[in-house]
């Protein structure tokens, strides 16, 4: 296990599609974070699972997105009606919880762009 | 969302050099923690700081948790090219959720050799 990995890599969608983003979590780690990021902004939280509950969702999140880890290992995003302001990088991470160690490990993330 | 204040936002050093940079917040947080992230990646953990006051380096980079908690230094000493990239600070509030790390803008690091 080398790490959290994210598919695909990029996606370019046309405006009011449906996309879909994974994220495979290190294998150990019980919690899944997904954030978004635009060009020149550091990462926003918008939602993290531990093990297959979904624990906080931020307002970023509309009714247009929406999570899950259903068996508490891999997470799926999805978006759907894409919107022209969806266009971002979608970071996952994982962590740990219990050992005291809180660094996230992030994923290389999903750039998507709504044309 | 709510960001903390990260400075400077951009850096032209020359190879060799020391950098330093900030970050505050209005409110106070109990882990902090710094990112580097280089174009197309995601952030990668450069160091993390748990207790008021610690002061913990790794190679060529010291961080400290500030007395007030609501502050976060980073230093990298003796600069190479390969320092260049985008330096994110996040923090974790007291008063905040288990799960939300808050970011920084970043600051991004030139190294002219």
């Known amino acids: 296990d080398t790490g959290v990995s994210q598919n695909p890599r990029h996606k370019i969608t046309k405006r009011g599609q449906n996309v879909t983003f994974r994220c495979d979590p290190i294998?150990?780690?019980?919690?899944l974070y997904w954030y978004r990021q635009t060009l020149g902004q550091g990462p926003e939280f918008l939602t993290y699972?531990?093990?297959?509950?979904?624990?906080?969702k931020s307002r970023l999140l509309s009714d247009r997105f929406s999570a899950e880890r259903p068996k508490g290992s891999f997470s799926t995003l999805e978006i759907q009606r894409t919107e022209q302001g969806d266009s971002a990088m979608y970071l996952c991470?994982?962590?740990?919880?219990?050992?005291?160690?809180?660094?996230?490990?992030f994923g290389s993330g999903t750039r998507l762009t709504v044309v | 969302g709510q960001q903390l204040n990260q400075s400077p936002q951009s850096m032209f050093i020359q190879e060799g050099e020391d950098v330093s940079m900030n970050c505050t917040s209005s409110s106070i947080f109990n882990t902090w923690l710094w990112y580097k992230q280089e174009p197309g990646e995601g952030p990668v953990l450069l160091i993390a700081?748990?207790?008021?006051?610690e002061l913990t380096s790794n190679g060529r980079l010291t961080a400290q948790f500030g007395i007030t908690r609501k502050d976060s230094f980073l230093n990298i000493s003796a600069s190479i090219p390969s320092d260049v990239g985008i330096y994110f600070c996040a923090g974790r509030k007291v008063s905040g959720s288990q799960g939300n790390l808050i970011f920084g803008k970043g600051t991004k690091l030139s190294v002219k050799p």
């Open positions: 700081l748990y207790k008021a006051g």
């Open positions: 294998s150990e780690h019980n919690r």
């Open positions: 699972f531990q093990n297959e509950a979904q624990l906080e």
């Open positions: 991470a994982s962590s740990l919880v219990g050992t005291g160690n809180y660094g996230y490990t």
